[in-house]
């Protein structure tokens, strides 16, 4: 049934089909609206024996969904910049029991100073917690990604949380056509959650016990075999869903022009002006091509390896910084192309809900070709300023 | 070879089988002539392994469970009769 909602309906529905046992949140701008729209089902009674918890705080939220995880109970939910953060000792502990928690997170910058729009950071700021990342560009993928985050999560060989990472404002604020999910469809592809082990009143159980020094390696070492194993899996529903619903988003890594010398990466909603740019430069007989990342975690070298094969220059379009050092994605695709020897150029853009113009991204990428810059990390659309003592 | 449960689920340890009365440095020893049956270290053992039983009138006999018994010392502190003493175990004395 084709619809048009806003960022938060396409996900609050999509959660809804999945029918999670618990819920719990705390509202944070700008994910407020997901958990409230899922609030209002709970309140219709749509969302049978689900229970929906109203948390103190992020860290309250998260807490709760452990314990809810631990006795076998589908668990949700949504969360934004400062929110994540203040889970992230919680999540990280999630991921270490290996809990199949499914969030949404609503990318929105982190302070200081004081920001509520959207760039990754604080997704970003995750990386190295056991998490799997997917970043959306439309509303319509966040709404297929929903069944499949959960799936994937479940899998016996996984068992690790799930993240969800949507630009806030720039997708959940977002009206867009989207063709709402079927509950049989999505009941045939996702079954119910059959967790292999559960916590219950007659059979307590110490979930992350302690682990000296001669056990706690192999526990870290099983988490990365999760994960790292986690990819394959996410391929195969990625295929079923494109089989049942015949709307391909791709895989971990869509290279639109592979044959194209220059490569611009991006994540998340910049894609679609990154591709409408790029065609246009195409069309102009530049070889250029968008190379779109959905899975950041765990990271698809081999895919990025695969798309950039023909790509002498690669232009990564950063929407973190990893202070201290550059931007988080040319980080990883240096490492992951290392042997292929492309020159990386990372920029910067678009911090804490800044525009990104379309000529800025034309500029951009003409500089490249031109040879005009250094290969390197750099911030764009940066206005000249003196930093004062007030 | 080495077994991890997942996600470091494991059963918990019941306290009954998991025996702690090696963790201290002294152990307490009552001398039951003094004993006149107050039970003040046995509601103060913050352990709850003191039991004071009553053999006749005026005889008392102190127990301790040295399963759980830490050594803190506050039994020997709280009672008025100096009826028990604290003592360094054999490993401990320098």
């Known amino acids: 049934m084709m619809k048009v909602v806003r960022g938060f309906y396409s996900v609050a529905y999509s959660v809804k089909q999945c029918k999670p046992d618990v819920i719990c949140a705390y509202p944070i701008t700008p994910q407020t609206e997901i958990v409230e729209r899922l609030a209002d089902m709970y309140a219709n009674g749509e969302l049978g024996n689900c229970e929906y918890i109203t948390a103190e705080s992020e860290f309250g939220a998260a807490s709760i969904l452990v314990g809810a995880s631990a006795t076998g109970a589908r668990s949700f939910t949504a969360t934004s910049s400062q929110g994540l953060i203040l889970m992230s000792e919680v999540l990280l502990s999630a991921a270490g029991m290996r809990l199949p928690i499914v969030l949404v997170n609503a990318n929105r910058s982190l302070s200081a100073p004081l920001s509520i729009w959207n760039d990754q950071q604080d997704s970003i700021f995750m990386r190295d917690a056991c998490i799997m990342q997917l970043y959306i560009e439309n509303n319509q993928e966040v709404h297929d990604v929903m069944p499949i985050a959960f799936k994937v999560a479940e899998n016996r060989r996984v068992m690790l949380p799930f993240m969800v990472c949507m630009d806030g404002y720039k997708l959940t604020h977002a009206y867009e056509p989207v063709d709402l999910l079927d509950e049989q469809m999505v009941d045939k592809f996702l079954p119910p959650y059959d967790a292999p082990v559960k916590l219950s009143v007659d059979k307590p159980l110490t979930f992350g016990c302690y682990a000296p020094p001669p056990y706690y390696t192999e526990f870290r070492v099983a988490m990365q075999n999760a994960i790292m194993g986690a990819g394959d899996i996410m391929l195969k529903e990625f295929k079923k869903w494109y089989k049942i619903t015949g709307r391909d988003w791709g895989g971990h890594v869509v290279a639109e022009n592979p044959d194209a010398e220059v490569a611009v990466i991006t994540m998340g909603s910049l894609t679609g002006l990154v591709r409408d740019v790029v065609s246009e430069m195409q069309k102009e007989g530049k070889n250029v091509g968008v190379v779109k990342l959905r899975t950041f975690r765990p990271f698809p070298v081999e895919d990025i390896k695969k798309a950039l094969k023909n790509a002498n220059k690669i232009i990564v379009f950063e929407r973190a910084v990893s202070f201290g050092h550059e931007g988080p994605v040319a980080i990883e695709i240096k490492s992951a192309n290392y042997e292929s020897g492309a020159d990386v150029y990372s920029f910067a853009v678009g911090l804490g809900g800044r525009d990104i113009p379309r000529d800025l991204i034309r500029e951009i990428i003409d500089k490249v070709i031109e040879g005009k810059v250094e290969p390197g990390f750099q911030f764009e659309g940066v206005k000249p300023f003196e930093e004062v003592i007030p | ?94």
């Not at chain 2, 009672?79 to 490993?91: G, T």
């Open chain 2, 1 to 94: 070879m080495l077994k991890i449960g997942l996600g470091g689920v494991s059963e918990p340890y019941l306290s009954l089988k998991f025996k702690t009365g090696d963790w201290g440095t002294h152990f307490p020893s009552v001398d039951n002539e003094k004993c006149k049956g107050c039970r003040d270290c046995e509601i103060s053992c913050p352990e709850a392994c003191i039991e004071v039983k009553k053999l006749n009138k005026k005889k008392f006999e102190v127990t301790f469970d040295f399963d759980f018994c830490k050594g803190c010392g506050i039994c020997a502190y709280v009672c008025r009769e100096d009826a028990i003493e604290m003592i360094v175990k054999e490993a401990y004395k320098v």
